[in-house]
């Protein structure tokens, strides 16, 4: 199984914050790779997909970029309804695996 | 717009079959793979299988032995069995479809609201 190691587990920022959260794959999985947020509560909802393309409806201040093992995703000004927790998650290889998740407070 | 919905028996008993069926509305339920994923309590997700409007399957190797999942197109429905349950099993449960039709390889789109499944004798 390809594992996928976020960090950090959790961060506290301001609003306005520029917050960056890295993904690590234990193998190259090319830029299959997916970011999701989950509010507290709700089913976690696709932000991010092919490491860096936008989901229709998502807004800009998300952004991902990187390929083989090493990814980043970045919130440019933390909002409100920012908070949650988000996960990464390949599709190079079957299982499909997510990242532990970074938890994300104000 | 496409909308899944998850239904099953919230409380099941050691040992005992958990079984979840996901009604699809709002779109097609052929030339789209879907997937059940699954949350414990208070930790991160965990993809469970697929199955494909033809009804091929893929099963995460860590249940493989222990799952099943099935796809009744003319209800729009498809369902996972998780037999000899624990409280390990203890979970949301989501219901999911991928963005992309056609392939496994795609992100996961829709996802359903979840429904408990809870194992407790």
């Known amino acids: 199984d390809i594992q996928m190691t976020q960090s950090p587990s959790s961060l506290s920022a301001s609003v306005g914050d520029r917050v960056t959260i890295t993904c690590q794959a234990s193998?190259?999985?090319?830029?299959?790779l997916n970011w999701y947020h989950q509010k507290p509560g709700k089913a976690p909802k696709l932000l991010i997909y092919?490491?860096?393309s936008l989901e229709t409806g998502v807004p800009s201040r998300f952004s991902g970029s990187g390929s083989g093992t090493h990814f980043t995703f970045t919130i440019s000004s933390l909002q409100p309804e920012d908070i949650g927790t988000y996960y990464c998650?390949?599709?190079?290889?079957?299982?499909?695996?997510f990242g532990g998740g970074t938890k994300v407070e104000i | 717009q496409v909308e899944l919905q998850e239904s099953g028996p919230g409380l099941v008993k050691p040992s005992e079959t958990l079984s979840l069926i996901c009604t699809v509305s709002?779109?097609?339920?052929?030339?789209?793979?879907w997937s059940w994923i699954r949350q414990p309590p208070g930790k991160g997700l965990e993809w469970i299988g697929y199955i494909s409007d033809s009804g091929r399957t893929n099963y995460n190797p860590s249940l493989q032995s222990r799952v099943s999942i099935s796809v009744d197109m003319s209800k729009s429905q498809f369902s996972l069995k998780v037999r000899s349950v624990t409280a390990a099993d203890t979970a949301m449960y989501y219901c999911v479809r991928g963005r992309e039709a056609t392939t496994i390889y795609s992100a996961f789109g829709i996802w359903g609201q979840g429904t408990m499944g809870t194992v407790s004798s």
């Open positions: 998650q390949q599709y190079d290889n079957l299982p499909l695996t």
């Open positions: 092919v490491a860096s």
């Open positions: 709002g779109g097609p339920i052929n030339n789209y793979y």
């Open positions: 193998q190259d999985i090319s830029n299959f």
